[in-house]
Nanobody, 124 residues
Framework: VQLQASGGGLVQPGGSLRLSCAAS????????IGWFRQAPGKEREGVSC????????YVVDSVKGRFTTSRDNVKNAVYLQMHSLKHEDTAVYYC??????????????????WGQGTQVTVSS
């Protein structure tokens, strides 16, 4: 199971970015995919999750109304769309999965497969 997050960059406060999570060798739609972030000096934080099949999604309160997660099964990708970005959103963002086909969003400690992160920097 290999995941790769991409799409990060430097953006001004109030701006938008869309992160992508791509997979090698397996179909993302079968698995719950979570987005996490880690800012310097801070613990990793769960940001969002989309269940296998995309029936349910979850976002943490701090990004609710600004971030959404979605799937594109044709492209075998999961996205994190981020709007109204704030300085405090600056972090390395990762996508991850528990590797269990058909799962809903698991607790954070059950994500066993992680992609390399992508840096998001919100700065003027």
């Amino acid at each position: 199971v290999q995941l790769q997050a991409s799409g990060g960059g430097l953006v001004q406060p109030g701006g938008s970015l869309r992160l992508s999570c791509a997979a090698s060798g397996f179909t993302l739609d079968y698995y719950a995919i979570g987005w996490f972030r880690q800012a310097p000096g801070k613990e990793r934080e769960g940001v969002s999750c989309i269940s296998s099949g995309g029936d349910s999604t979850y976002v943490v309160d701090s990004v609710k109304g600004r971030f959404t997660t979605s799937r594109d099964n044709v492209k075998n990708a999961v996205y994190l769309q981020m709007h109204s970005l704030k300085h405090e959103d600056t972090a390395v963002y990762y996508c991850a999965t528990d590797g269990t086909a058909g799962s809903s969003c698991p607790p954070a400690h059950e994500y066993f497969y992680w992609g390399q992160g992508t840096q998001v920097t919100v700065s003027s």
